[in-house]
């Protein structure tokens, strides 16, 4: 049978495209150690770096009752610190740092009548480690939580997460009642306190991880349909979004471990995303893996795994070591069934 120019080229299109999902083995050296537990073991944390420190901001109580944590981590004393807790007290909260400041926006909070569910807001907040203070900006244009925050060239990108349908009478997500992921990017500037809206994500979703490498951003599997397991699909799509053109680029080598509710850093042109969660009607499960994305070469690499499976955990990459903080080893939520640990792992990415 005879092989056309078309046909070959589309047969080592898809050569190209496996051998860039094929993992890469660890690093040898690479190696997990242990830094001082978290003192207030919970899930739905969420964690940033800062001034040379890793900040953890969040929790979430039984009940969805949001516990406004914040504490700061000094790795030169591998001490943690409680800090002024969180205004408005909120879970899955988008988190971001600029030149030293931490960004908290929107997230759900807990309804002040009625029974519990995870209702959205809209509020901005920036958070000033140095007199760990907080002040008020202008809220978000549109109410969501479990959304991405990526910074680039100065301005703060809020991007995906899970809220209400349009015109929707509902005032709060619950697993039983009509939501949505959603697709809305909307982008914030600290000079200006104002937002604008910006080419909306392809693919909607939440609990995704996200990153900027070489100036774009790029947003790394995730939730699809509903804001909660029990009712949601995980995705292994990666997308990318380029701020200069506005425009989202071609899908690029998908995750080898579809996964949402997980923890990730950015170090040195690397996204680096470990744990996560997944429902299906067979089995619930946390996970161990830690895999890393390389824009460059669009490949994933295998890293040793944690040794404690878990989502809802905080992470960022500070001093060129990935701290992995806290989290939930169960999956799901039912009730009697919340694992949360105050381990504190961490992973020289220098192999040290």
């Known amino acids: 049978m005879r092989t056309t120019t078309g046909t070959r080229r589309f047969r080592a299109g898809l050569l190209a495209f496996a051998a860039a999902t094929l993992l890469a083995a660890p690093a040898a050296a690479q190696r997990w150690g242990r830094g001082a537990a978290f003192p207030e073991a919970s899930e739905e944390l969420y964690g940033i770096g800062a001034g040379g420190k890793l900040y953890v901001l969040g929790g979430l109580a039984p009940g969805w009752k949001p516990k406004g944590l914040v504490y700061e981590y000094d790795p030169a004393r591998d001490t943690w610190t409680k800090k002024k807790a969180m205004p408005l007290l909120s879970h899955h909260v988008a988190l971001a740092e600029l030149r030293g400041k931490i960004y908290v926006l929107g997230g759900f909070t807990l309804p002040a009548a009625g029974p519990p569910a995870w209702q959205p807001i809209a509020n901005a907040w920036e958070y000033d480690p140095a007199t760990d203070g907080w002040k008020a900006l202008s809220p978000l244009p549109t109410p969501r939580g479990a959304a991405n925050a990526v910074v680039v060239d100065g301005k703060i990108h809020v991007i995906g997460g ?10 709060a997500v619950h697993p039983a009642r009509p939501h949505r992921s959603l697709p809305t990017h909307e982008v914030y500037d600290p000079a200006s306190d104002r ?39 995980n995705t292994d799509i990666v997308e990318v979004y380029d701020p200069a053109s506005d425009q989202w680029g071609a899908l690029l080598a998908p995750m080898p471990t579809p996964r949402s509710a997980s923890a990730w850093g950015v170090y040195k042109g690397r996204i680096y995303v470990a744990g996560g969660e997944q429902r299906t009607s067979e089995f619930q499960r946390t996970f161990r893996a830690v895999e890393a994305y390389d824009p460059a070469t669009n490949r994933w690499t295998a890293l040793p795994p944690m040794e404690f499976a878990r989502h809802g955990l905080a992470a960022d990459v500070v001093n060129g070591k990935l701290h992995l903080v806290s989290g939930d080893a169960a999956s799901g939520g039912a ?15 220098e192999g040290k």
């Open 195 to 233: 937002w604008e809206t910006r080419s909306p994500m392809p693919t909607a979703r939440n609990h995704a991880a996200a990153g900027e490498v070489g100036g774009k951003i790029y947003v790394i599997g995730g939730r699809l349909g509903a804001a909660f397991i029990t009712r949601a699909s």
């Open 162 to 171: 899970a809220g209400l349908h349009p015109g929707s009478k509902e005032t």
């Open 335 to 349: 009730p009697g069934a919340h694992i949360e640990t105050d381990v504190h792992e961490v992973l020289d990415l």
